[in-house]
């Protein structure tokens, strides 16, 4: 059997095989294509992974590894260098299909033991080797490339363990390597959730979710992964940081934070202690509305977060572009229903929709929705049942694995995200949509999905027809101007999916000199040789 | 008129003035005093203020600050350096009445303007003197003592305005010199509040709650300072930090986080952007319980904050002792109630109180404090009406009034805590009673005052005749004594207090070595010639 780059743009996920049918019918429409252009795959990426680059490892460097993990756990052959040489970023897949692999990792070594871990990390320090932690690939940041070989580190196979669930504490300790799934599992037969749940859940891991300081969907209620973090063990070229578990401390500057969105640069976080909440699926209640324009979304979404009667859990409103995609390929559009909500104003191009989902104890939940739908319906909102965020619910994972077959079809797609006050959040999107609109046949879908007293996150979602031939400079450009347009209006660099090496070269504008002084004054703290990660992601060197 | 010790270790408060009748009632019983111990004050610090040590700046250097800040905003009197050399430690004040100033700055400067501070900074550096930026002076860490000398920077007499109040955000942006209650004062008139109210609040600033990483009384629901912290600006000597304001990023760690517990050593926080609160005094709702345990009392805390039906705002548990004592002073010990409920088995030395108070939308104080009644009583809790909590609220400011003529009478009394998980609590409260035991004549309240789901906050007062003629050493000795059992035991070095010169021996210890150089080497960077509080605070050098 070959190898073939394909294996590696796609998750293995079953729902990467086909789209949706009504999907496809929205896509045939929005991008003008012929059935020409579902026969073959475009840029198939069926051929079989050969490197140019071998690898530079010296022998007496893969046997130190393959002594010390043994021979199972490190491969250094050309399909495991190019698998572990990226995450799941648009660019990187499109490098795949073109047969391109600019910067893999020389071996990939899957450590059996926390010990094998510092013993590679003092290796790796003496000897000048890089090392890139890997948990679930799922990154869209570029944050797991090598561009100057060295180590893919693998956590996943072994270090992967829970460690204990203390029901007093209601915390978990786990090992970094541990999937958002097997956790989750464990946590649930035990009474308890981890409250975590990024689009990537299902391909991700603990130490995946602090490196990049992501955000679950429920995160409204539970807050990002830094308000998850209890205590922290990270193994550092500088030597191993360990913090305590205490609910709150004024001991100085809390140390394990540094971390929080670290992205591999300073250390290898290998265990991690979780705040926990109890499971009660049975107890959520659940709303969907409608508005009639985006601009009523976001002052209803406003007044539900800022009135202090308890917080949703899950919390989005889809813009108007979203809004009609998802009519359309829910089949919803032009039914009895939809054609009801038009003669009552809810017009197509306009509409927004917003859902709600509450946690926790059972009367707590349908107090909190009771106070959320009189606040939306004197935000002018129409209540419309259970069912549409309950069905966003089932499929929620989904649409990530959507964009292999796109791409098959010849069509480009991202995502970006941005944090951004109440009041700039109307500013950006505006903003964001002026630009796009100026790239012909461009969908650009935005919704609303972590809120914040202070403001909210925007999600942008594009996709356009790859300009062929010049697939990989088309999209750079594109995707530098919407980039550059979030930030000039005001929008942060990042809410959840980090910065890597994609993002790097806004850092030092946005956050100045001085500020990113700092980043490189600890990072030589942790890291002196800079063999964490290096050659790029967060901005340093 | 004469400038004397005693007008500095007292806050200047009429509360100071007298104490209780029956809080005198109660330390006389307890310490077995006479009479005559109430007829002269002890140690009573009436002597006028004069320094050992002359201000080491030269006149150039002095000329310096004058012509920058003009003569009116620089001080160089043996008054204003003794007044500035110290907060309200209980060491500090014994020195005073023992007429020892250890540590006295050079000079004390009030900048006018962000600009003139910045000056101050590159001034200061350039010169290698050491600044010590001055708030409200309540630290209890001795982190305000200046034992290299130098400059006491006050930020209160200028650099105290509120900038801004962004109601679409729910933010304010001050300065960082503005006392709480000016804030509060202005919030208020705007419909907000800022949700942080320690026991200091009347003599504390913004800057300080944040250097200091400090905890508000209604903190179970607003959260500590770190929680309230949207952005910072500081002058460095290397360079202004300035964050921007967003709700939450994944742009890297966050640089801001350095600051919150900095204590000064890395920098002057000059400016800050807060979260806010809906003001709705009307709307809370209050509840007070009896338990017949302090283990009781813990257990239905517990189980209050981990149900996940909303939280109290202000949450506290007054232990055995803490609690006979406020019988005892409230008058209501032997009252009809009283022989009530010991009829009913809520005895004396054992029986503990709960005060709850919520806040927020009025729907929602009542639903939340109708769900922790349910829970309290499950939990085998009495409810005993809205009115002590409310009684304690009146007064919740006083108790530090009282150390003053305490001290008078020949008593020391201090206060320590710590942030502790649920499953060490009982073992550290248990520890510090079993160490304070063992003192003669002493008095150790504990009390639980901000509530988290993974633990809480332990919170010590202690009240002992003072040796005379040891007084120093002896409250040393009994204060290291107790930190030690509390560290031994699982508590963490503070919660709200920090750290500063007072608990800096433990912090090595305490975070091991790796994490003490982490402190150090970001300290190098943003203060390389070590001139910001330098001399232990943070156990930095």
Known sequence: MDYTYRQILKWGDKREEKVDPLMIKVIREKFDLKDSDFETKYLSGSQPVILEKPSSLKPHQLDFFKRLAGDENVQSDDFSRAKFSCGKFYAELLDMRLNLVPNPPDAVVSPKSFDELVKIVEYCNQEGIPLIPVGGQSSVTGALQAPQGGIALVLTKHLNKIERINTANKTVSVQ??????????????????????PQSFEYSTVGGWIAAKGAG?????????????????VVTPAGVIETKEYPRTAQGWDIFRLFIGSEGTLGIIVEATLNIHNYRPQNTSYASFI????????????????????????????DPDETDIAFKTKGFDNSFSDRLLKGLGFLPGKRSLMFVAVEGEKDFTKFVLNKIKRTARKGKAMYIGKSPVKKWIDQRYSSAYMRDPLMDMGI??????????????????????????????????????HVYESGANLYFTFLSPMEKGNEKNDFADFHKGLVDTIQENGGSLSHHHGVGRVLAPWMEAHLGRSSMAVLDAVKKHFDPNNIMNPGGTLGLK
């Open 176 to 197: 970094a390597g541990i999937s958002g799934p097997a956790l989750e599992e464990e946590l649930n037969r035990h009474g308890f959730t981890c409250g975590h749940f």
């Open 217 to 233: 969907q429920a995160s409204t209620g539970y807050g990002k992964i830094e308000d998850m973090v209890v205590a922290l063990k």
């Open 291 to 318: 508005f009639k324009s985006f601009e009523q979304a976001v002052a209803g979404m406003q007044k539900i977060i800022q009135c202090e009667y308890g917080k949703p859990h899950l919390f989005r409103i889809s």
């Open 412 to 449: 480009m797609s991202d995502t970006l995200e941005t944090a951004v006050t109440w009041e700039k959040l109307l500013k950006v999107w505006y903003a964001a949509h002026t630009y796009v609109n100026k790239r012909p046949k461009t969908v650009l879908m935005i919704h609303i999905s």
